[in-house]
Structures are given as structure tokens and as C-alpha cells.
């Protein structure tokens, strides 16, 4: 489904990913674990093209899309949960979520789409017309991955949504990405939580200061004593 | 000071603050979804006042008929100078962009006295000296029109900000222009109707103005002035707020007027510089745009 090859991105002369090679199979959960600062969320931002690469090739679906303008990648069906929520603090909750459905024109299918994110976080239900910039951050969370959903997309990219948040909200929002799952939606996960990701995962990639440097079955990469030692803490 | 003098000074201060509102929401729009501090808006009012005034000097058109096409054609005008213009320096620095609307309104001003002089010209359609009396109170039937007109367009540009999808998109940009690119919302394109909006709006003041008071090419810097002062005194990007600020300010400058009429411009920058010190957030306090 998506193919990512020889990979690379600078912010102006500084380099943040080398040689990045990767690739999601279609209803796949993969995740992309490593420390602050790797570059996973510039991977993200890379394919949803809201940064242009320097030299490598991104195919969705055996189109080439490194480069092109975001609204087009979503267009093909790429959407992303930000890192940080990035929600618009000064409108309300249901503003923020059919932000989400900008592009699209299927207005009968958004309606079951908006219904279906309610459903999944029945705060949002309660918070419809509240400024986004009021809620918790675990609320804010919630928004942010049901404006994500709301775009319907193919392959939907989730970067740290655990960030800053209590265990008990991580895993209301984790049980929630796990329904998106099961409706075969292909995920890709960026966490700082390594287990909590793992667990999630099919597979998963480990990036370390720009580079690929581990990728596997994610059972495999969680009994990996390198990984145990670098981010399990075991 | 004597009652009649006090009670029409109310009348014309709500009056004034209708047209007010109207030219100050466009530069609102502009400097809290762009970041610009739009310097030309005034010279857009003065085109949009000059439009007018053609169409009805040279077609006898209505002026009030010729208020959606002066509209019209500022709103491409400022599509175009935001897509192909202020676009190519939008990622500089607010100076850079600030200088670049500073050369445009220069620009424009000094084009318009070239073509059309710089003598002060009238719009004079036959209702133009009719008003009513309220007891000793006169009230002019054209700015009594201007003054809902204004209200009207105001409203409808809420009413296009908060429930439409493409309003969404302007006020999503405004707040978080990553996440609104997430969201598959063009930038550029956004940019350019936003402006091409405040563009429009601006021209439509410039219309209703032309139709109470006399216009000359350099008539549109107080305004550009007035608007600067009231989003200060309403609060950045708030339609309510600038609302609230057209108000309060209609009120000083009528009154500053009666009282010291030699002053009036200066009382404008005096209320500019108690604001910034006293409440730099405005009256109604909102940092963005809502």
C-alpha cells in the first residue's frame, strides 16, 4: 500500500531522515518507535506532504506521491493525527471534527461517519459545541483522532497520541484506534510508548537519529534484548 | 453643551459606526487569517468609492445598484494582488508585508490622481439630501441606509465564517495553518479569497461612504487608520469585537468633534496609544479569530 524508498528530508541544510526505506501492507498496523528526536514525526509529516523530501521516492497505492501537495495526498487517502493535537482552539468540537471531512462530498456517508465517531468517543457527543481550545487534553485527543478519522482515509497516520496523558485516557484512546482496526483501516502508529505500541502492531520499524536501524514482527522486536534494553527499560 | 446638539451627536455616532464596522471587519479578516497588516485597504475603499462614482456619474447607475459591482470587482482585484502578489512574500517577516501594502496603497492613490485628478468629487443621486426629523434630530435617509447595509454585510460575513465549509476552512487557517493543510484545505487559494473578501468588503464601504460624503484618491488613509485603531480596541479577528470597537470608537470621534473639533484626529491615536497600554488585548479580549 504504501512504499517508501531511500528516503531522504532536511530541514534547510540539516538532515533528519537518511536512506529511509519502509512499507505498509494493506489492513497492516505498523508501528514507528524511537527516541525524541529521530524523525518520526518529519517521516509523517514527509508522506502527508506537508514537508517536501530531498531525494527518495513515497508510492500509495503505486502512485507516486513524495511532493505533492498535501490536500492531494489526502485526497488519495493518507490522513494524519498530529502530533500535539493541533486542533482549532477557537472553534467548537464539531467544527474541528467535520473539519475533518473537508474535501469530501459524500454527505450521506460523512453523516454515518460522524455518527460512528460519537459513538466511539461519546464525550465528544456531549462536548459538540464546545470550543475545541476548553476540553482536557485527553478530550482534545479524542477530537484530534476523530477529526482524523472523519477524512475517511485509506491509511491513517496517529503520531503520539499518548503524549501527556493519563494511562486510564491512553487506553480509552487505544481502544478506540483498536475499533478503527478491526474495520480494517491500515494504521500507522508513531509512539513514544514503545510496549504500547508493540502491542498494537503487527510490525514495526525502529528509527534511531534518521535511520532505519531495526524493523520485524513486533513480537519479535519486543523479546529483541536491544530493544528491551534502549526503550523497554527491562 | 446643549441637548440637541448632544442627541444628534448620538445619532450620527451610531451612523458612523455601521460604515465603521463595515470597513474595519475586512481588515480584521486580513491581518487575523493572513497575519497583514493591510495597508491598501484604505486605497481599496477609495477605488471602490471611485467605481461608484462613475457608474453613476458617466451611466447614471444608482449608487446603492452599484454597490454588489464594486464589490465584484475589488473582490477579483484583491484575489489577484493576494495570489500573484502579497503571496510571493507571505513566509517573510509581518515588515515585509507591511512595507509591500504600504508601496501598493501608495501606488494605488497616486494612480488614481493621475487619471482622475485629486479635485473632491460627489455622488448626488436626487434622494441624496432627504432625511426625517425626530423631534430636532435630523436623520439622513442615505446613511440611515448605509448604517443597515453595513449591519447586513457584516452579519452575512459571520454568518459565511461560522456555517459554511469554505468560512470554516478561512477560520481554520487562521488558527492552525498545519492542521488546516492536514485537512486538505489549500492555502494559497485561502489566502487569496480571505483577501479578495477584506478586499471586497472595503470596497463596499467605499461605495456607502460616497454616497454621504464627498471622495478624493487620498480619502481612504483615515480609514485605513480607523480600522487599525478599532481592531486594537475590539480585539484581533473577533466580528463581534470589532463590532463592539466601531462603536466606542463612532462615539469618540463624534463627540471629540463636537467638543474639540481641532483635535479629531489626534484623539483617534490618543485612544490607539491608551488601548495598547492599558488593555493590549483589546476590549473584547479574544486573541484570535472566532
Known sequence: MLKITDLNVAYGEVQVLWDVNMEIHESEVVALIGANGAGKSTLLYTISGLLKPKSGSIQFNGTEIAGLPADEIL???????PQGRHLFAGMTV???????????KDKQKVKEDFDFVLDLFPRMGERLNQPAGSLSGGEQQMCAVARGLMAAPKLLLVDELSLGLAPLVVENIYNAVEKVIQRGMTVLIVEQDVFLALEQADRAYVLDVGRIVMSGPADELMENPRIK????GI | MESLQFTQGIVNAILLSGTLALVAIGFSIVWGILNIINLAHGAFLMVGAYITY????????DPFLSLPISMAIMFVVGYLVQRYLINMVIRAPLLVTFLL??????VIINLATFFWKGDLRSVTPDYAGLGFSLGNVQVPYVRLAAFFISLILTGLLHVFMTYTKTGNAIRATGMDIDAARLQGVRIPQTYALTYAL????????????SISFPIDPTM?????????VICVLGGLGSIPGVMMGSVVFAFIEVFSGIWFPSLKDAIALLVLVLVLIVRPSGIAGKAFYH
Open chain 1, 94 to 104: 464539531k467544527e474541528n471534527i467535520m473539519m475533518g471531512a473537508y474535501l469530501r
Open chain 2, 54 to 61: 462613475w457608474l453613476f456619474t458617466l451611466y447614471g447607475i
Open chain 2, 101 to 106: 501594502t504600504f508601496a501598493l496603497e501608495i
Open chain 1, 229 to 232: 534494553e534502549a526503550y523497554l
Open chain 1, 75 to 81: 485526497r488519495l487517502g493518507i490522513g494524519q493525527v
Open chain 2, 220 to 228: 481612504g488613509g483615515a480609514y485605513t487608520l480607523r480600522a487599525f
Open chain 2, 198 to 209: 477584506g478586499t471586497a468588503l472595503a470596497a463596499g464601504a467605499g461605495t456607502l461612504i
